[in-house]
C-alpha cells in the first residue's frame, strides 16, 4: 500500500469508526418521549393508583360523567341533611308531599354516609330487641329505609316522612295515628332532626304504655358540650321531667351516643314547662 493510500484508508476507518460510535450513541439514548409518555399510567395498570383510588380498577370505575353526578347527588343531599335539621315537622313533611322524590336522594346519600361509619346505631338497637321479647309492639320514629321492621320478628309500626313500602305511615312524627298507650319499645334512631325534637319525644311518651322504653340513638358531636353540644345530662334531665327514668347510656362508640330510658308508672311528675336543650344540626362535610 502505498502512503496516500495508507493515509486515505486512515481517515476513511476514523470517519467509519466516528460514524458506528455516533449511531451506537443513538441507539443508547433514550427514546424523544410522546405525549402517552408524559401521561400518568392508566390507573388500571399502575398498582400504586390502584391503591389509591378505590374506584381505579375494574369495570366500577366511574366515568367522568358519572362522578359529577355523584358530585351533585352528594350536594343535594347536604341540602336536604341541613333543611331536616334546621326545620320544624311539619314543615319537612310539607316539603318532601311536594317532592316525594327528594326523599330517595336524601337516603342515598343517607346510606353513603352510613356506609363509612364502622358500626350502625341502628344494629345495637336490633340486638337490643332480640335479647327481649319478640311479643313487644316497636314504634320505629324516623324509620328510614325500615330495616328495622325487616330485621326483627316483633310487630314493628314503621313511621317516615315519606312511605316508600306500603307498610311505612307516612307522616310528621309529632303526630302519629297510633294509639295511646299501644307501644312497648319508642325507637328513634338519629332522627331527632326537627328543631321541634321534643315533640317527637311527647307523641312517644303518649303511644307508649306504661313501663314502656324510649331508645335514643343520636350522632355524638349534638351531645359534645365542649363543641357546641348538648350537655348529655340537661337532655337526660328534661326527658325525666317528661315522666322517664333513665335506664342507663352508652357513649363508647366514637360516632354516636345511646340512651335507654323508661316510662315511669305514675307519668310525669312536674307540669312546669320542661327546659329543652338545643341539638345542633349534624352537617356533613364535602368530601
Ligand atoms: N332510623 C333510620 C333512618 C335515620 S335517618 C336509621 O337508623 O337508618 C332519619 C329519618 O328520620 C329520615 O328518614 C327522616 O325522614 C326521618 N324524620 C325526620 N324528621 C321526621 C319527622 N318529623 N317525622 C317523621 N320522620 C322524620
Redesign the pocket.
Known sequence: MTKGAAKMNGKENYRRGKRRRSSQKQEDAPKEKTVKDLLPSSPSKNPKWRKKCKYAAGPNRPSLLEKLRLRLSGGHFRMLNEK?YTCS?NE??HFFKKEPEL?DV??AG?QEQ?SRWPE???NIIIKWLKSRSSSMVVA??????A?LARTIENKVFS????STDPSVIA????HTPLESKSVDVAVF???L??INYHS?LKEANRVLKPCGWLLI?EVRSRFDPNNGGADPDKFSEAVKQLGFTLSSKDFTNKMFVLFYFKKREGGASMHKAIDWPELKPCLYKRR
Open positions: 331536616l315537622g319537612a313533611f326523599f336524601y337516603h343517607y352510613m350502625q346505631p341502628i320505629d320514629f324516623g324509620c328510614g329505609n330495616s313511621i317516615d316522612l315519606v307522616c310528621d312524627m309529632s334512631c338519629l332522627s332532626m326537627g317527637y340513638a
